[in-house]
């Protein structure tokens, strides 16, 4: 149906951010993740993907949220506490997000770190002014406060075993301290980290404990002695460690129960997981297949939490990119990608032969490969800086291109097992590439531009069962003297179009010989199209506006205005007769070349819509842009127009059985028939014809109605009483009607303005008269008592 013209797009399905930083945790079943995004806590279904619950929304009637700084979930899974930039602290129900109670937290700085303890009765509250408060969660009172450290606390943690009655912290100061949490005394200082501490962990026998840190080392203590039994150089920063069970199956090793050995394992900058034996000071597993990147200088984060379920002997990574890759700890193979928050989403294409997938390019070197129907996620890992353009070959669907801001091209191949392989790089740009496009009729060639203002032509390798090969850069062309924005090919691939920073778009031959300057928008132009069937260039610019170009004379055929702000992208749709173009004031339009009309604009996203693709059938739309934000559309032509000429056909049908109903006499059933179908005029009809037969005969009527079409009577009777003519049947029915809206049956919106509408025609203007009259009086007082120079005026 590409043939027929669009008329309307409906959004299907929207994929949100549910994870933008800080805390996540994952409950003991292994089902959901909690997750902190902005300022709510998201329940994450990890099977579904989708957001079941969310904890700590606010009314939109509020003026801004409260921030949340922190929040921790109790050990059996009810509960959730959260710190706030306010000062309060709030306990919610897991599971149904119920705000249970607020108390104030007593602190002098911001909360920094929570912690329950082992029964879930109390919960500890770790502050940037250096003190641990304990609170007891049955009366809400604080029992103890904790003092001794200085600075912001990284670490608050109970000790599993509640005879000890100990509680752990770490603060800036890079000392572990631990209390008595029933008389609030300091017992020991361990000394030993020279940077910030960033996990604690306590053994299964109760009397060691391992704590990591920023300085790239474990370290294993005795929980009585200060001092440390082992010191273990990982040589990475570590930000997050968890102590494996006491038996348990990774790659090449197996850990049996009557083993001994303190096995932990860690992750930071590096972005790979390792395991160390404490006790050995040995390296028993090093990831090899990890999908994280490692952090981009020194010091840097990669991994920010490890987390370990037992309930499914699962391994949850969570990136510095808010991604979470689930492991299997046996295998080490990765079970599921979630894409916590995709920050702007760049570009996006469909890809394959039946288009079950599609990429997107968000704001990061890493591409995100979708399946459409339930949005799983694979990373995609190649560029070494953030990728901003994407193109597929139509000829080759399972094949695409990339480029970004690391200088280079790739071009891809979507392999039998949905496993994407990089079959060679592009080097030749020395600048960040901004757009690329291929061929329409093969799979030989592609073309890209950059900010080093060059256009290139790119061969494709031949054989592809090598990857990783050079790109070999056939054409070369200094194209514009500013920032190059897009690039088009013709879908003859005898033409290519560039559009740019300096306002103009440039249409090249195959050869990359100038064959002519497109001028005449007001500022930079950011996408450039051919149509499929018509020798004419679509551009959008900066300035708000769309023009459609003749490639032969380079005139101006058409300018569409519309758009609030930047046109960012642009695409033909219905063989050349429609548009479909996003801009920078969030708006998706739709427009008819013929007529120059916007047929439909959708308000879908909050911020800028970079991106937009369309699927070869034009079923599918699908938008991303810079609110994080994923949304898909569906034509909605066929159905919209099939449920239109249904509506037609059922009102003719009403339409002749309302008449029958007249002919026939049958006045009480054409009365619901006419209020069923909203006609005032045919229900003012049947009033007056029942009304010949008295007063009593529509006291009899109007008792066969239900209240629904009661209040809809009283709706046209209010109309009819504005009207001389009519205004007699208004007042019986008024008349009919009054005891049961005094009675509270029926209901009416606005009873002050009802009473004013239901007076009688002539009473209401005579009214109105007597007022004019008094006002006219009073002016014509005023003007006497006037000074002359004041009457002027």
């Not at 005394?185 to 404990?209: A, C, N, P, R, W």
């Not at 060679?424 to 900010?451: C, E």
């Amino acid at each position: 149906m590409a043939h027929m013209l669009k008329e309307l797009y409906e959004k299907t399905n929207e994929y949100t951010a549910f994870y933008t930083g800080g805390d996540i945790h994952w409950t003991s079943d292994g089902g959901q993740f909690l997750c902190q995004c902005e300022d709510v806590i998201k329940v994450v279904d990890i099977n579904t993907l989708s957001n079941v619950l969310t904890i700590g929304e606010v009314n939109e009637d509020k003026e801004e949220a409260d921030q949340i700084y922190t929040f921790q979930l109790s050990n059996n899974n009810e509960v959730v506490v959260t710190a706030h930039k306010s000062g309060l602290m709030k306990l919610w129900d897991k599971n149904t997000g119920e705000q249970k109670k607020v108390w104030r937290s007593g602190h002098k700085g911001a909360v920094a770190r929570l912690a329950f303890d082992s029964t879930d009765s109390n919960i500890a509250s770790a502050s940037s002014d250096g003190n641990i408060r304990l609170w007891d969660l049955n009366h809400y009172t604080c029992i103890s406060s904790l003092h001794g450290a200085m600075g912001v606390f990284t670490i608050v943690k109970y000790h599993p075993d509640v005879s000890k009655q100990l509680i752990f912290g770490a603060a800036d100061d890079t000392k572990i301290r631990s209390w008595d949490s029933k008389s609030g005394k300091e017992l020991q200082i361990y000394t030993g980290h020279f940077s910030k501490v960033t996990s604690l962990l306590f053994t299964s026998d109760g009397e060691h404990m391992v704590s990591s840190g920023r300085d790239r080392v474990l370290i294993l203590w005795k929980l009585n002695e200060s001092k440390a039994l082992k010191v273990l150089p990982v040589y990475e920063s570590i930000e997050t460690a968890i102590l494996l069970p006491s038996s348990f199956r990774i790659p090449n090793f197996k850990k049996k129960l009557e083993m001994d050995g303190i096995y932990v394992a860690c992750a930071g900058e590096k972005g790979v997981v390792k395991v160390w034996n404490m006790q050995m000071s040995r390296l028993m597993f090093e990831q090899n297949n990890s999908l994280v990147s490692p952090a981009s200088e020194e010091g840097g984060l990669a991994i920010t939490h490890l987390q370990f379920n037992e309930a499914r002997n699962m391994l949850s990574v969570v990136t510095v990119d808010h991604n979470i890759i689930i492991h299997d700890l046996e295998t080490f193979n990765c079970l599921k990608q979630m894409i916590g928050f995709t920050d702007e989403i760049l570009d996006i294409i469909f890809l394959g032969k039946d288009e079950t997938h599609f990429v997107v390019a968000t704001n990061s070197r890493d591409l995100k490969h979708y399946e459409l129907d339930n949005l799983n996620c694979k990373i995609v890992k190649g560029h070494t800086d953030i990728v901003l353009s994407l193109a597929n070959f139509p000829t080759r669907p399972d094949m695409f291109v990339s480029s970004g801001k690391d200088n280079t091209v790739r071009i891809w191949i979507n392999q039998l097992n949905n496993e994407i392989q990089c079959l060679g790089v592009g080097y030749r740009h020395t600048a960040s590439v901004g757009s690329v496009f291929t061929a329409q009729t093969s799979d030989k060639f592609f073309v890209s531009v950059s900010q080093d203002t060059c256009l290139k032509i790119w061969d494709v390798p031949k054989n592809q069962d090598v990857v990783d090969v050079k790109l070999n850069a056939t054409h070369t062309e200094l194209a514009h003297q500013m920032d190059i924005n897009c690039v088009a090919v013709s879908p003859n691939d005898k033409m290519i179009a560039t559009a740019s920073q300096d306002k103009t778009a440039k249409l090249w031959s195959e050869d990359l010989t100038l064959l002519g300057v497109l001028k005449g928008h007001r500022r930079g132009i950011w996408c450039v199209r051919f149509s499929p069937v018509d020798q004419v260039v679509l551009t959008s610019s900066a300035d708000s506006t769309l023009k459609l170009w003749s490639i032969a004379d380079l005139s101006c055929l058409k300018t569409f205005e519309g758009h609030e702000s930047s046109v960012l992208k642009i695409e033909f749709l219905s063989k050349g007769q429609q548009i479909i173009s996003s801009g920078a004031d969030g708006l998706l339009k739709l427009w008819n070349i013929k007529t120059s009309e916007c047929k439909m604009s959708l308000d879908n996203h909050d911020g800028k819509v970079w991106s937009m693709t369309v699927n070869r059938d034009e079923s599918l739309i699908i938008t991303g842009g810079s609110d994080s934000k994923l949304v898909k559309l569906k034509d909605v032509t066929v159905e919209r127009r099939e449920k239109k000429a249904k509506e037609r056909e059922e009102l003719i049908l009403q339409e002749q059985e309302l008449q029958n109903l007249l002919h026939d006499k049958k006045l009480v059933k054409a009365l619901k028939l006419a209020l069923r179908m909203e006609r005032p005029l045919h229900v003012l009809k049947i009033i007056n014809e029942v009304l010949k037969h008295g007063h009593n005969k529509l006291f009899e009527t109007l008792k066969e109605i239900n209240h629904t079409q009661k209040e809809t009577l009283l709706r046209f009777a209010v109309e009819w009483n504005t009207n001389n003519k009519n205004c007699h049947a208004a007042q019986i029915v008024f008349n009919i009607l009054t005891p049961e809206i005094i009675s509270g049956n029926l209901k009416v919106a606005n009873l002050e303005s009802f009473i004013e509408a239901s007076l009688p025609y002539t009473e209401r203007h005579f009214e109105r008269l007597t007022n004019l009259l008094q006002d006219l009086n009073f002016i014509t007082y005023t003007v006497n008592c006037m000074q002359p120079h004041a009457v002027k005026h």
